[in-house]
């Protein structure tokens, strides 16, 4: 299941589109190898550096998604 979400600037949830594996694989099969292989070749990243606007918006998005 893929579930992308478009959030605003303040952290407000403005939309939500669910995918199933059914979905991606019959109709969006490109983007379903490519998400496999993303997988297979991704190991551990580093954390990357976030600004001090980024760390925010991330905490009230996080906070939106728990809620």
């Known amino acids: ?5 478009q959030v605003d600037e303040d952290g407000t ?3 939500t589109v669910e995918l199933d594996d059914f979905t991606v694989e019959i109709l969006y099969s490109g ?10 070749l991704a190991g551990p990243q580093p ?3 976030l600004s001090g606007d ?3 918006r991330r905490a009230r998005v996080l906070a ?3 809620t």
């Not at 299941?1 to 979400?5: D, G, K, L, S």
């Not at 983007?31 to 297979?40: P, V, Y």
């Open 1 to 5: 299941m893929i579930r992308v979400t």
């Open 13 to 15: 949830e403005r939309a």
């Open 64 to 66: 939106r998604l728990t």
């Open 47 to 49: 954390p990357a550096k």
């Open 31 to 40: 983007i379903a190898i490519m998400l496999r292989r993303a997988d297979c």
């Open 54 to 56: 980024a760390r925010a």
